[in-house]
């Protein structure tokens, strides 16, 4: 069993990240925030296949002022992602921001930084603090390893804030290399007690950058370490969402949605299980109740699988056992191998 390393809470509207809460999942929008209506229907879909942070770019004047628009029209907390210039952050603030990202690497004046801490204390706002190796500052402790030199901006910013009586803190030290962004994680787990946001950052298109993702962010949750998680990649965010939620399923973390086991296929299947288990994968993505179904092709692993399964199928020439809960419910022909396991899942779902 996992033991989480124990963090500070804080509260991002009706999101608790860290202490005891769940690990949640976060993603951004790829919108124009100054088009409100393109994200409040984007947040709306990501909210809709499970999203419980949403972070919106902030580039502009334009932009903050959206935000009070666009959280009129959304149901989970919003987060503004703020570069260069503090009066971003004052102005998103004064619009009802739920959090900030910060980025010391380009927001680096002490006396911008305290206005905008002062009015996310009296406004009980959080604050992340965003250290991302692509952007650190040019003096950033520049002699030590790229993990050490994240660590170091990222201590240094939270000195900055607690000097200030401010404690509604989060911190992400992300890179595109999965060893600096661990050992970076590592090192600031056991400096703070303050919640972590994990993620690789830039980690590319879906086939290889999912793989970055849940290696760096698997190892560390398998570690206990991290309260909320974002899975960056150049793709629709909803693509980001899921794999957050299939990251943390697979470590037994969270519960979300279906999960689906089928064998790869070998020279022992004697029936197209790879078309089967596509077809099934694209009818659980209907439902959002926790299922575990199996779908496998030979007898080797398949009576196992399916058993274990709430719903399975073993497959042989012809013909196939079907599981539910365990046991075999009957065994059915080739041609009605499909049918049977989904009324199967069905009736696991309207019964559950």
Known sequence: MIKR?????????????????PVSVQSMTKTDTRNIKATVDQIKELTDCGCE???VAVPDMEAADAIQSIKKDIAIPLIADIHFDHRLALQA??????GLRLNPGNIRDKEHIKKVVLAAKKRKVPIRIGVNFGSLPPDASSGLPAAERMVSIALEQVKLLESLDFDL??????????????????????????ALHLGITESGLPQTGIIRSAVGIGIL???????????SLSAHPREEVVAGYEILKSLDIREHGPVLVSCPACGRTEVDVIALAETVSAYLKRFNKPIKVA?????????GEARDADVGIACGKGRGALFKKGEVV???EEHEFLEAIIQEIQDVM???
Request: hydrophobic content about 40%.
């Open 330 to 332: 009957r065994t059915v």
């Open 350 to 352: 309207d019964s559950g």
């Open 169 to 194: 803190i989060k911190i992400a030290l992300k890179a595109f290399d999965v060893p600096t962004t661990i050992d970076a994680y590592r090192l600031i787990a056991a400096r703070t007690p303050y």
């Open 93 to 98: 603030l004064k619009e009802g921001a739920d």
């Open 221 to 231: 949750l398998h570690e206990g370490i991290g309260d909320t998680l974002r899975v």
């Open 5 to 21: 390393r124990i963090s500070r809470p804080v509260r991002i509207g009706t999101v608790t990240v860290g202490g005891d809460a």
């Open 53 to 55: 942070i949403i972070r």
């Open 295 to 303: 779908v496998m092709g030979c007898v080797v692993n398949g009576p």
